[in-house]
């Protein structure tokens, strides 16, 4: 039989791509995974190294909140990425044959050379490539694996003179289905393809050390997904061409910051929170973060936003560019308060004293009403007394650098407790829930605008028959300031002991989350923090449950009757529950508070994290 013109449906050398083979004047390159903006970093010759992220400065008036230089928010690396290319099939003249043959034509395991150069070794069925086989182009391109009808189509492996390399499924000679491509530069692809795009899930580790895992379409991470960089910066969220477009949450951790909110083509934009952690002092009262939540423009703050300071001030009002401008009230640290215009982070005209409120309903967050002034008159009269006593729980901390307390949430439990509220049949579970979200932990502050508003919310609660003025009035010179009087001692088992303070402030965190674990709200039921605790008492020689609601009697005498009964339904904080169990390890370790084991006590606490 003649040399046959076979129309075998081979690849065509036809491409779009930047990267030329050598000895062919064909542009084609399956190689390039990475190509594109890297992420910004120091010394790249094609960005700026940006400036550290910072809050704002605070409006200077009066008493001033630390100084900070103005917040740069670069976007985060957007890695586009090169289109990849197979080839096509086109019809190709037979130059050799060898091999198998059935009735004239081509039939069984045989080898084809074809004018061009051309080879293919595999299987042929009525004269067409059908089966296993390996072709090989001119140019070194290789397939092997399935073909069906002179088509590429099924599963097998690519390869490419530059040592990129695809194994998975085909469809019409092109990568479709499951499949993992390895370019000659290091990055990696494995996930879904469509007509020889990633389309679908996959997860692409780019040749920088950068990895995407998510979903793309057409080339482009859009949908879900997460980019974690090689700098250890993270973003997770939604893409759209390519982009984090949508909602999102980005974490630098290079420089202690992070942002959850909305995105438009790789900035913030929208509304979103911002947080500049920064590193606890030992001993230091004030909370370990800065925080932006409100309106960003183009990777700015930008329109209305909350501002709260790592000291504890707080702006709320209008910004433009990254600077308080336009209405907006400032609360600084030590109470005073500020509500009128600002102009590029500074006060509107001459500063007025007046201006500023040691007390406010506006401070407070309280609602105005006819018994305002009242109220306002109250606070003003015992406001001296207050600070004392704010200042006497507040310090029952470990010392600080700043050489400034603020009162934290289990020092306030502290205050509540010694001042009997449960004489009034108000426990420290319901007493919390008027503390407000500003403390998330027990650790965090509070201002003494959020003391007050705490307590003028339990005055109203245990005397609703009373004016808001009027129940304030009650409450403060019969429970609160008397604890101002030098032989009224601040309770508790740790508080005031220098032994026991650091050992229990060390555990306290993990505790806390031990503690939230079996929580379903912001309390335990007595019940359920003596199972808690007895848990850890299971070995022989360790203290019964009679001996442990012993101890929690020695705190919580309002939760038993004459006849000795404990209500066990009675809800706990966590304060009190770390009360307890420092009482337990004083128990267990045959010591009192007066003459404490620390280490002893550092033991038990650890056995129950």
């Known amino acids: 039989w003649p040399l046959a013109t076979m129309a075998l449906n081979l690849p065509t050398q036809q491409s779009t791509a930047n990267v030329h083979f050598p000895g062919s004047t064909l542009a084609r390159s399956p190689s390039n995974l990475s190509t594109g903006t890297p992420e910004i970093r120091s010394g790249s010759p094609t960005h700026q190294t940006p400036a550290k992220a910072q809050p704002p400065a605070p409006v200077v008036v009066v008493a001033r909140p630390p100084v900070l230089p103005a917040l740069i928010v670069p976007p985060p690396p957007v890695v586009p990425l090169a289109p990849l290319f197979e080839h096509t099939l086109l019809p190709l003249i037979v130059a050799s044959y060898e091999g198998s043959i059935r009735s004239g034509i081509f039939h069984g395991t045989g080898t084809a050379k074809f004018v061009g150069g051309h080879t293919f070794t595999g299987t042929f069925e009525n004269g067409v490539i059908h089966g296993k086989g390996l072709f090989e182009w001119s140019d070194g391109v290789q397939f092997e694996g399935d073909f069906v009808n002179n088509n590429i189509s099924g599963s097998g492996v690519y390869r490419w003179p530059d040592g990129s390399v695809y194994t998975g499924s085909i469809a019409a000679g092109k990568r479709d289905g499951l499949g993992t491509f390895r370019a000659a530069d290091g990055s990696e692809y494995t996930g879904e393809w469509q007509q ?62 992070e942002y959850t909110g909305e995105w438009v083509k790789g900035v913030q934009h929208g509304q979103g929170e911002h947080i500049w952690k920064r590193s606890r002092e030992p001993g230091s009262q004030y909370v370990a973060h800065n925080r932006y939540q409100g309106a960003w423009l183009n990777g700015r703050r930008h329109g209305r936003g909350d501002y709260f300071y790592a000291s504890g001030a707080q702006y709320s009002g209008d910004w433009q560019d990254n600077s308080k401008h336009g209405e907006g009230t400032f609360i600084y640290e030590n109470g005073f308060v500020f509500k009128g215009r600002f102009v590029r982070d500074a006060v509107e005209g001459d500063v007025d004293p007046a201006a500023f409120a040691v007390f406010s309903a506006v401070a407070l967050g309280l609602p105005t009403g006819p018994d305002t002034i009242d109220l306002e008159r109250v606070v003003v009269r015992h406001l001296t007394s207050l600070h004392t006593l704010y200042n006497k729980y507040a310090s029952r901390a470990l010392p600080s650098a700043e050489n400034v307390y603020l009162l934290t949430r289990m020092q306030f439990h502290r205050l509540l407790k010694d001042a009997r509220l449960y004489t009034h049949a108000l426990s420290l579970g319901q007493a919390d829930a008027f503390i407000g979200t500003v403390a998330r932990a027990h650790a965090d502050p509070l201002l003494m605008r959020d003391v007050l508003a705490a307590l003028i919310h339990i005055a109203t609660r245990i005397t609703p028959s009373l004016k808001p003025s009027e129940a304030l009035s009650q409450l403060l010179v019969r429970s609160i300031l008397p604890l101002n009087a030098p032989e009224s001692a601040v309770g508790g088992v740790f508080l005031s002991s220098p032994t026991l303070l ?30 808690l605790v007895r848990s850890a008492h299971a070995a022989p020689g360790s203290l019964t449950a009679t001996q442990i609601l012993q101890v929690l009697r020695q705190d919580n005498p309002h939760l038993f009757s004459e006849e000795e009964d404990c209500n066990l339904d009675s809800e706990l904080v966590f304060s009190e529950y770390l009360e307890l169990l420092v009482g337990c390890a004083l128990l267990q370790s045959g010591c009192s508070s007066d003459a404490p084991d620390g280490t002893a006590v550092a033991a038990y606490l650890q056995k129950l994290t």
């Open 502 to 531: 650091p050992v229990v402030l060390q555990h306290a965190p993990s505790l806390e989350a031990t503690f939230k674990r079996h929580a379903k709200a912001p309390t335990l039921s007595a019940r359920q923090v003596l199972l």
């Open 196 to 257: 020889g795009r990633r389309h679908g899930k996959g997860t692409l580790k780019y040749a920088t050390g950068d990895v995407y895992e998510g979903e793309w379409v057409s080339n482009l991470r859009q949908g879900r997904g997460k980019m974690l960089y090689s700098s250890g910066n993270e973003y997770t969220g939604e893409w759209v061409g390519g982009l984090r477009h949508g909602r999102g949450h980005m974490v630098w951790h290079d420089r202690q910051e």
